[in-house]
């Protein structure tokens, strides 16, 4: 390897706290990138180390060519697209790190320092939890550290660490302020959570096995505050998403539900339950509420199929507050009605011809649909996460053959049957029960708790649920997904990795989801509706006087006390500083009722104290002796600032005698 010169040869110290602020930046994020990143960052530190030792010189440009190169092709190959969120954050994250094969200069330095903050800020994207939050609070403090190295001979911990303190409290009330006042077009973090296979959250679109594979994440999905008292488990039905498009394998939502337009919202009994729904961070093209509902929120809208749709899809975490009434009914177009009567292309010839039979035999649709209702509790199902595959006659394959299914099976083929007896029907997707918090009151529902369910179409009544999941396996229902699955292959609850089932890690997982949903409440969720009401009960008529003496109050003097308390006056030209430190010395020296008198010299001085208060007689010594040796060094010596620095910290002499007694003239240190 050629050997050259280098021109910018940093302090080690300097470049062991860059490389600890990049790694402080870079290894949290490893849930995100690949792990191959740690790998690439420890060759490039280890190189530039001996760069700095001057054991090794720069790479020559063809290198860091096909390292770049390289290392773009292992973005591209971890990634499905180089345009997702996660491959741009690694695509920055590798250009910090291999910026330090061109680190010459001190802009450089602060160059890689300051991207460093933000990879520290692009880590929010992906997690917003208070957990997240303490954690960029440890990387920047150590950044701050890593800034301050460039300008002190000794960078120790400790005192930068006191300085980084001193920056957050004087910051404090102007974040504060920010917070409060700054005008929002939005909550803090709006940007989605990467990602859409379905461990990620509910899809669009439904084929068997797909509910099986979300149960299987412990991931939340929503939390819900109830105002007053919480539904039965039984009752909780979250309804998200009406499938009513069937091609023979998979369900999804017809065209002209896609297009649909707004309707009025529907008319709530006076039995209304109150809440409020927070989603956890997404892409939200939908919501979820329990039938019958009305939303309260401006960017929302009723849909037919009961449905609440946003304006346009709302990223980030969401909050929503709800009022519904469990017993509406539920009523549909006829056009509906004849879109869910359609089988698909793919023939279940026996399926079909038991539900010929049924119509046949039961002229009256509500006699068809309690005929599939027995059907389904006669027969030996099995409630499974791990059902067998089926072929291209899914629907017969499960009801005659593997009976072995989950609750996406029970769903789309009592759909099938209902469809092929004549009775419109349709499944509705969403998540079914939940956890409830006992700690401070709310419900948590989790992808684990998805769930399918089916609606049937009865003349004169609407549209009525039917849970066939119910019949085959009712402790689902009845007690919730964690009770009805565990001990099942394959369920998070028997993981060796999971503690769900000991009640300790239960009330600490409670205790740690309280201050996340706190967290998530009143500062994540702080959008510009929150902020008006915050206002308004704090000013009452918002107007700019009142909210110039806010920022004032809140802002302008807490700064204003920081800046005279932090800032020191620059010192005066030709004032003599040994001199000002000695006669800061007799004036304490005055208070115990010693005075110099006028005229006296410092050494009279010094000799009538030895005479009259010999207590005090060695430490006035030796500040006249600090005092006369600073007189005569030149001011931009060592030996100067050493002596004058000696002579200011004596100046007190209680500090520098530590208690006298006066009667006695004895000294105790």
């Known amino acids: 390897m050629a050997t050259t010169k280098i021109n910018f040869v940093a302090q080690r110290q300097s470049v062991i706290w860059l490389l600890l602020a990049q790694l402080a930046a870079?290894?949290?994020?490893?849930?995100?990138?690949?792990?191959?990143?740690?790998?690439?960052?420890?060759?490039?530190?280890?190189?530039?180390?001996?760069?700095?030792?001057?054991?090794?010189?720069?790479?020559?440009?063809?290198?860091?060519?096909?390292?770049?190169?390289?290392?773009?092709?292992?973005?591209?190959?971890?990634?499905?697209?180089?345009?997702?969120?996660?491959?741009?954050?690694?695509?920055?994250?590798?250009?910090?790190?291999?910026?330090?094969?061109?680190?010459?200069?001190?802009?450089?330095?602060?160059?890689?320092?300051?991207?460093?903050?933000?990879?520290?800020?692009?880590?929010?994207?992906?997690?917003?939890?208070?957990g997240a939050l303490i954690l960029a609070l440890i990387q920047i403090a150590i950044l701050l550290m890593a800034q301050q190295s460039l300008q002190r001979s000794q960078a120790k911990a400790l005192p930068m660490l006191r300085v980084v303190g001193v920056m957050a409290l004087q910051s404090l009330p102007l974040m504060l302020l920010l917070f409060v006042i700054f005008p929002r077009i939005g909550p803090l973090w709006t940007m989605p959570l990467p990602g859409g296979e379905a461990t990620t959250g509910m899809s669009d679109s439904l084929e068997f096995?797909?509910?099986?594979?979300?149960?299987?994440?412990?991931?939340?999905?929503?939390?819900?505050?109830?105002?007053?008292?919480?539904?039965?488990?039984?009752?909780?039905?979250?309804?998200?998403?009406?499938?009513?498009?069937?091609?023979?394998?998979?369900?999804?939502?017809?065209?002209?539900?896609?297009?649909?337009?707004?309707?009025?919202?529907?008319?709530?009994?006076?039995?209304?339950?109150?809440?409020?729904?927070?989603?956890?961070?997404?892409?939200?093209?939908?919501?979820?509420?329990?039938?019958?509902?009305?939303?309260?929120?401006?960017?929302?809208?009723?849909?037919?199929?009961?449905?609440?749709?946003?304006?346009?899809?709302?990223?980030?975490?969401?909050?929503?507050?709800?009022?519904?009434?469990?017993?509406?009914?539920?009523?549909?177009?006829?056009?509906?009605?004849?879109?869910n009567l359609s089988l698909g292309r793919t023939p279940n010839p026996r399926a079909q011809a038991l539900a010929a039979q049924w119509q046949a035999q039961w002229p009256d649709s509500k006699d068809r649909v309690a005929a599939a209702i027995a059907f389904f509790k006669e027969a030996p199902f099995i409630y499974t996460l791990t059902p067998p595959l089926l072929g291209e006659s899914n629907v017969d394959e499960f009801l005659f053959d593997s009976r072995q299914g989950f609750c996406e099976h029970f769903a789309g083929s009592f759909v099938y049957l209902m469809r092929a007896a004549g009775v419109p029907a349709r499944i509705v997707a969403g998540y079914q029960g939940g956890e409830f918090n006992d700690r401070d009151g709310y419900l948590l529902v989790n992808q684990s708790d998805a769930h399918a369910w089916a609606e049937v179409y009865i003349e004169g009544q609407g549209w009525l649920r039917v849970d066939p999941t119910a019949t085959v396996a009712p402790n689902r229902i009845r007690l919730g997904a964690e009770a009805s699955l565990r001990g099942q292959k394959g369920y998070l609850g028997e993981s060796p990795l999971s503690l769900r089932k000991f009640d300790w890690t239960k009330r600490l997982r409670y205790f740690v989801d309280n201050i996340n949903?706190?967290?998530?409440?009143?500062?994540?969720?702080?959008?510009?509706?929150?902020?008006?009401?915050?206002?308004?009960?704090?000013?009452?008529?918002?107007?700019?006087?009142?909210?110039?003496?806010?920022?004032?109050?809140?802002?302008?003097?807490?700064?204003?006390?920081?800046?005279?308390?932090?800032?020191?006056?620059?010192?005066?030209?030709?004032?003599?500083?040994?001199?000002?430190?000695?006669?800061?010395?007799?004036?304490?020296?005055?208070?115990?009722?010693?005075?110099?008198?006028?005229?006296?010299?410092?050494?009279?001085?010094?000799?009538?104290?030895?005479?009259?208060?010999?207590?005090?007689?060695?430490?006035?010594?030796?500040?006249?002796?600090?005092?006369?040796?600073?007189?005569?060094?030149?001011?931009?010596?060592?030996?100067?600032?050493?002596?004058?620095?000696?002579?200011?910290?004596?100046?007190?002499?209680?500090?520098?005698?530590?208690?006298?007694?006066?009667?006695?003239g004895s000294v105790s240190k």
């Open 26 to 130: 870079l290894a949290p994020q490893i849930g995100v990138l690949p792990l191959w990143m740690l790998v690439v960052w420890a060759l490039v530190a280890v190189w530039y180390w001996r760069i700095v030792t001057a054991a090794w010189s720069f790479p020559s440009r063809w290198v860091k060519t096909g390292v770049s190169l390289s290392t773009l092709a292992g973005v591209y190959f971890s990634f499905p697209s180089l345009f997702s969120l996660e491959a741009m954050v690694t695509i920055l994250v590798l250009a910090v790190i291999l910026k330090l094969l061109e680190l010459k200069t001190a802009r450089d330095h602060w160059l890689i320092l300051m991207l460093s903050y933000f990879i520290v800020a692009c880590g929010l994207l992906f997690s917003q939890q208070i």
């Open 209 to 339: 096995g797909d509910i099986a594979k979300l149960s299987q994440s412990g991931a939340l999905a929503f939390r819900v505050q109830f105002k007053g008292p919480m539904p039965a488990t039984q009752d909780l039905y979250w309804r998200g998403l009406v499938l009513d498009e069937f091609d023979g394998r998979r369900w999804s939502r017809s065209s002209w539900s896609l297009w649909s337009n707004k309707i009025a919202a529907p008319l709530l009994g006076e039995q209304q339950l109150d809440y409020t729904v927070t989603l956890e961070p997404g892409n939200h093209k939908w919501l979820y509420t329990l039938p019958l509902a009305v939303v309260r929120r401006d960017d929302v809208y009723y849909a037919n199929q009961h449905l609440w749709m946003p304006e346009r899809p709302l990223n980030g975490r969401l909050q929503y507050s709800v009022s519904s009434h469990l017993g509406g009914t539920l009523a549909d177009t006829g056009a509906a009605n004849r879109k």
């Open 517 to 664: 949903y706190g967290w998530a409440r009143w500062v994540l969720n702080f959008d510009s509706s929150t902020q008006n009401d915050f206002l308004l009960r704090v000013l009452g008529d918002i107007n700019p006087q009142r909210l110039m003496l806010v920022i004032m109050l809140a802002g302008g003097i807490p700064l204003a006390l920081a800046a005279f308390f932090s800032l020191r006056l620059p010192r005066r030209a030709g004032e003599d500083l040994a001199a000002r430190y000695y006669l800061a010395s007799c004036l304490a020296l005055s208070s115990k009722g010693v005075v110099r008198g006028a005229g006296e010299t410092p050494d009279d001085f010094a000799r009538r104290i030895a005479l009259e208060q010999p207590c005090w007689a060695a430490w006035l010594n030796e500040q006249t002796r600090l005092f006369t040796v600073c007189s005569y060094l030149p001011q931009n010596s060592a030996a100067y600032q050493e002596n004058l620095q000696s002579l200011k910290r004596g100046r007190r002499p209680q500090k520098w005698l530590g208690r006298a007694n006066v009667k006695t």
